[in-house]
């Protein structure tokens, strides 16, 4: 019982982190945009990422939680899994990257369970499908971005600027909120999901062959509650990368930007994807900032990202493998 207490603790704090590395996707727009200041900002957005739970079923956790073979699964792989996503997050925000927890977490369960079984133990279906959302949330959020600030422009590039602004200022905290529901909604569930696997694994919870797993009440909340925890706490080098390094933004292209971050989100979030946040809100961002001049997107920052994002599964699968091995070396149960 001391271990599951400890594994479910574990992924609590990937959560905060999560919050914590992820909090520059909900907030870094309405901060560069000047819309509320980085304080009440992360309220905002915590506050958002919080009452998620409220709007979703939790489809994502029950695609995360029979990600790997149930039979496969055991406290010690769950362990090494969270412990390659946690140290994967922390390394990217030192660096001032955002890439991906969700993808950093599948690539921590991959890593520890090819070493336990081998690839067969994998669910193939799931990570096709977010191996294909890799590249389709950010494309998808970079179309609907340029594509709405389009139509903003068409709708209201008449006005002077300074009205637009002022209209578009109240209209950011409405698309900031929707985006912190869609991430709240979607990541939250990921930890939840692995909660869930933690206790399949030491039979305090059954789930028929095929079917995703029930997901208890007090997971969702528990889960919940440390991502908008983390949130507050805010990721500041982050959201200077992801705010102000790629591309300015007014509060129109603020607005665009996590509107269709949110669409994006709740389209995936609906579906039982796990998707990463985080190149959902760049797409977008690059989408909205490149609409009224290409060269305005700082193509070089962008290019690092994407870097980042190619390396986070094989980083983090990496790092949980060689926890695995050398957990296994020094007698902890398999």
């Known amino acids: 019982m001391e271990a599951l207490v400890a594994i479910v603790v574990l992924a609590l704090i990937f959560d905060y982190i999560n919050g914590f590395h992820d909090a520059a996707n909900s907030i870094a727009t309405v901060v560069s945009t000047r819309v509320l200041s980085p304080k009440w900002a992360v309220v905002w957005a ?5 009452v998620a739970f409220l709007f979703f079923e939790t489809r994502v956790a029950g695609s995360i939680a029979k990600g790997v073979d149930p039979g496969v699964v055991s406290l010690t792989l769950v362990g090494a899994g969270l412990i390659g996503a946690i140290v994967w997050d922390v390394l ?31 669910d193939s279906a799931l990570f096709i499908k977010t191996g294909i ?21 068409a709708l209201f590039g ?3 600027p300074s009205i637009i602004d002022r209209y578009f200022r109240r209209l950011q905290l409405v698309s900031a909120a929707l985006y912190s ?5 979607n990541d939250a569930q990921k930890t939840a999901g ?32 440390a991502m908008g925890l983390g949130t507050l706490s805010g990721g500041w080098r982050i959201v200077r990368t992801m705010g102000m390094s790629i591309t300015k933004l007014a509060p129109v292209g603020g607005f665009c930007a996590e509107t269709s971050g949110a669409i994006t989100l709740f389209l995936a979030t609906r579906l039982g994807v796990p998707v990463s ?38 980083g983090a699968a990496a790092i949980s493998a060689i926890c695995y091995y050398l957990a296994t070396l020094v007698g902890i149960p398999r």
């Open 277 to 314: 946040t985080t190149h959902t809100i760049t797409g977008s961002i690059v989408g909205a900032g490149s609409v009224r001049n290409l060269s305005a997107v700082r193509w070089g920052v962008a290019g690092r990202i994407v870097w980042a994002w190619v390396l986070t599964v094989p």
């Open 46 to 50: 915590a506050f958002f990422n919080f």
């Open 194 to 225: 692995i909660i869930v696997a933690a206790l399949i694994a030491t039979g305090h919870l059954s789930v028929t062959a095929g079917a995703k797993p029930h997901v208890p009440l007090w997971v969702i909340l528990a889960c919940h509650t």
């Open 181 to 185: 529901i869609g991430h709240g909604g």
């Open 133 to 153: 959302f890799i590249v389709l949330s950010p494309t998808l959020g970079l179309l609907l971005g340029a594509l709405i600030m389009r139509s903003m422009m």
């Open 158 to 160: 008449r006005f002077a």
């Open 92 to 122: 990217t925000w030192w660096w001032s990257l955002p890439t991906s927890s969700s993808h950093a977490l599948l690539g921590g369960l991959a890593g520890a369970a090819i070493v336990k079984a081998g690839f067969g133990s994998l």
